[in-house]
T-cell receptor, first 110, second 114 residues
Framework: EADIYQTPRYLVIGTGKKITLECSQT?????MYWYQQDPGMELHLIHY???????EKGDLSSESTVSRIRTEHFPLTLESARPSHTSQYLC?????????FGPGTRLTVT | AQKVTQAQTEISVVEKEDVTLDCVYE???????LFWYKQPPSGELVFLIR??????QNEISGRYSWNFQKSTSSFNFTITASQVVDSAVYFC???????????FGKGTLLTVNP
């Protein structure tokens, strides 16, 4: 079982602010992922990484950016938050097979 | 192209009833993996099971069982004697053998009423 952490769990922020959602895992997984999900709805892959200094955009276009400087850390940044960014953001990591998910960050942009 | 279809958007049952969640997949790969995840109201996705394409044995874990049939491209999930704590959104997912990304279905919202 993987241990994967996300902070903050909840965030309410005003339009135009810069935010960084943190994601860390302690299992040494090479692969990490960010998903965007409206509550109870489809999961949309927005970014993924197969290792340090490797990042790719996912299936859903996103204005966010990510970095992978350390194996265990995969932060997501929004330079200028907008109400359309209001959603839940789920981070995951994997070895060769199943992905393990963090608790998510529920972001509200007012 | 890969695709996962969960035709049941919502299911509502009364406690102690058995319930089956359907999952149909499409892939051209011969090596692939299938998964089920549970997402309770708290929001976190919890991994439940993985099956690979070469293993069609059904699996049972407590009140949960899974029926994998390659002939019908289905990987159905049955909860026996459902409980209120089973209320959640359940996602079926598919992974190609050579790829690490998952293709998720749209999920089935299961509500178990007392």
């Amino acid at each position: 079982e993987a241990d994967i952490y996300q902070t903050p769990r909840y965030l309410v922020i005003g339009t135009g602010k810069k935010i960084t959602l943190e994601c860390s895992q302690t299992m040494g997984h090479d692969k990490m992922y960010w998903y965007q999900q409206d509550p109870g709805m489809e999961l949309h892959l927005i970014h993924y990484s197969y290792g340090v200094n490797s990042t790719e955009k996912g299936d859903l276009s996103s204005e966010s950016t990510v970095s992978r400087i350390r194996t265990e850390h995969f932060p997501l940044t929004l330079e200028s938050a907008r109400p359309s960014h209001t959603s839940q953001y789920l981070c995951a990591s994997s070895g060769s097979y199943e992905q393990y998910f963090g608790p998510g960050t529920r972001l509200t942009v007012t | 192209a890969q695709k996962v279809t969960q035709a049941q958007t919502e299911i509502s049952v009364v406690e102690k009833e058995d319930v089956t969640l359907d999952c149909v997949y499409e892939t051209r790969d011969t090596t692939y993996y299938l998964f089920w995840y549970k997402q309770p109201p708290s929001g976190e996705l919890v991994f439940l099971i993985r099956r690979n394409s070469f293993d069609e044995q059904n699996e049972i874990s407590g009140r949960y069982s899974w029926n994998f049939q390659k002939s019908t491209s289905s990987f159905n999930f049955t909860i026996t004697a459902s409980q209120v704590v089973d209320s959640a959104v359940y996602f079926c997912a598919l992974k190609r053998g050579s790829n690490y990304k998952l293709t998720f279905g749209k999920g089935t919202l299961l509500t178990v009423n007392p």
